[in-house]
């Protein structure tokens, strides 16, 4: 996010000192995904497979974007403009819109989140937070979100959400157990015995997700599976957490290939959707920025630092810790 400095020859819409965002995806917008929505799997801009970004593994030639200067490939397509100014309000609500937003939106949509609907997101760093966040904006009726993190569980708790630490116990068994409590259980306007879970499902975690074994080991497949389990039949899952094809710290060979044991039978038996991937920023840039200007939305709720780009290393070293730095925000002054 920035003000814009200089534009190529090829850009007619952006102009010199608009104030814009960016999605972390570098996409052509003009290819067959781009085309369909689906610029997160753009056929274009990365020479090796679908998809590009700044500064991702395997995803293009584009450095990071965490930087006083930033080259924008294909300019008119990425740049969301920006009404203010730098350093007003709504700066780190803006902010937000580069990734972690509209990504924890798309999460609601792959798990087909809708007014009424209930769900268990896994994961309370800045994608899950907002995609609780983005549930409760469309409406969702129950919303919980799992974790072990005291600090990040809190946060999940002032949106309105149920904080679940997965440290006191099987976090499924105890969204079953809260369950019951809801209304509509209680009056038995739903069948319970079959329909104890939710509807929607959100991992937010990833492979780095820490296993219930072990919580200082991680393990890949613990929130895949954990979802599978808490889903009702007939529910949704949205995979956003990163998966790897290859992950070199696996603790077997298995996991080392990205070759991951979760319970499929059960899946396919229940009749789950699953949907994964990167996310594709720019379906939601525009709606999202337009709900933030409007004051419905104010995702910066999930800032806990702010740092100036020296300090960014030891902002790096503590967010690693998956506590207290929920997100920083690097400024360059
Ligand atoms: N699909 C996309 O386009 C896209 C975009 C951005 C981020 N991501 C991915 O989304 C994931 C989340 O990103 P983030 O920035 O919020 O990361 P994060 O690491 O800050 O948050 C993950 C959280 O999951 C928690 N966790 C670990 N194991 C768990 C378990 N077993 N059950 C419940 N919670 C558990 C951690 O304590 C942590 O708070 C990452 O995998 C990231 O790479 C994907």
């Known amino acids: 996010m920035g ?15 608009d104030r814009v965002v960016m999605p972390f995806n570098v996409a052509c917008g003009t290819c067959y995904n781009c085309l369909r929505g689906l610029s997160g799997a753009c056929l274009v801009m990365n020479p090796e497979s679908a998809g590009a970004a700044y500064g991702y593994a395997e995803m293009g030639p584009y450095r990071g974007g965490q930087a006083e200067l930033l080259r924008v490939p294909r300019a008119d397509w990425a740049c969301l403009q920006l009404p203010g100014r730098p350093g007003d309000d709504r700066e780190e609500d803006f902010l937000l819109l580069s990734d972690v937003f509209p990504t924890a939106y798309q999460a609601t949509e792959m798990a ?3 007014p009424g609907k209930t769900v268990a997101v896994f994961g309370a760093g800045p994608v899950g937070l907002l995609s609780a966040y983005s549930s409760i904006i469309k409406g969702a009726s129950e919303v919980y979100v799992v974790d072990r993190s005291p600090a990040r569980l809190e946060r999940a708790r002032s949106i309105g959400a149920v ?15 809260r369950r019951k409590e809801n209304a509509v259980v209680k009056g038995s306007l739903h069948p319970e015995m079959k329909l104890d879970g939710v509807e929607c499902g959100i991992d937010a975690v990833g492979y780095q997700a820490y296993g219930r074994q072990d919580p200082e080991e991680y393990d890949p497949a613990q929130v895949l ?5 808490v889903v009702n039949p007939a529910g949704h899952l949205g995979i956003v957490g990163a998966y790897m094809p290859q992950d070199p710290k696996g603790r077997n060979e298995q996991e080392r290939n990205g070759l991951l044991t979760i319970p499929f039978g059960l899946l396919w038996t229940k009749g789950l959707s699953m949907q994964t991937g990167q996310a594709s ?18 995702p910066s709720f999930i800032v806990s630092d702010r740092v100036n780009i020296d300090e960014a290393p030891e902002a790096y070293a503590q967010f690693d810790k998956r506590d207290e730095v929920t997100k920083a925000v690097i400024r360059f002054e």
């Open 225 to 229: 599976s954990d979802l599978v389990n």
């Open 281 to 298: 920023v720019k379906n939601f840039h525009a709606p999202l920025r337009d709900l933030i200007v409007a004051g419905k939305a104010e």
């Open 3 to 17: 003000v814009v400095e200089e534009v190529g020859e090829g850009v007619s819409v952006v102009k010199e000192g």
């Open 163 to 177: 904080p679940i630490d997965f440290t006191e116990g099987d976090p499924v068994q105890q969204i079953k157990e």
């Open 112 to 114: 087909m989140v809708s």
